[in-house]
């Protein structure tokens, strides 16, 4: 595989289509973007400053999740996340009651989760809507397991399209 070989023959053109609006159009520009920045998986995030329109990746521990109703009707999640100071909320509305019961047990109080999204602010709280996640203690207890979760999460520069995770 050459190097200037277009990345929609690599990968799926969805995939190819946000890396595309990132500026990655070939293989070349895909091995050259590397991460801004590397995250402790041991370590949380401060969620002190998140300004409205950022697009962030924390790491960060659950807090527990509840499933309601909006003014409209329709059933939403709400997750909560917190770097032991402060809290960040996580949006999901769904048709399926049963897969947002799913999410919620998911985000059950005690777990490190990895979450990236777009900061809106709903009064003075910090909200991401649909952020994608992954948590961080999904692994079995081998010794290779245990071993790769200790290493640093690359950040990379990302986009609502594409998470980090996605492009490492």
Known sequence: MALETPLNRVIGPQ????LGKLGLHTVSDLLRHYPRRYLDPGRMTDLTDLPEGDHITV??????ATIG??????NMLTATVSDGRREL??????????LLASREHAFRPGRMALVTGTVKHFG??????????QFLDDHSNSHEALERARWPIPVYR??????????A
């Open 89 to 98: 909320h996580l949006g999901f509305f769904g048709t399926n009651r049963g």
């Open 158 to 167: 990302a986009s609502s399209a594409i998470s980090s995770w996605k492009i």
């Open 59 to 64: 790491v960060a521990l659950t807090q527990g």
């Open 124 to 133: 003075d709280r910090p909200f991401l809507l649909h952020p994608d996640y």
């Open 69 to 74: 109703r909006t003014r409209t009707g329709r």
């Open 15 to 18: 995939t190819a289509k946000a």
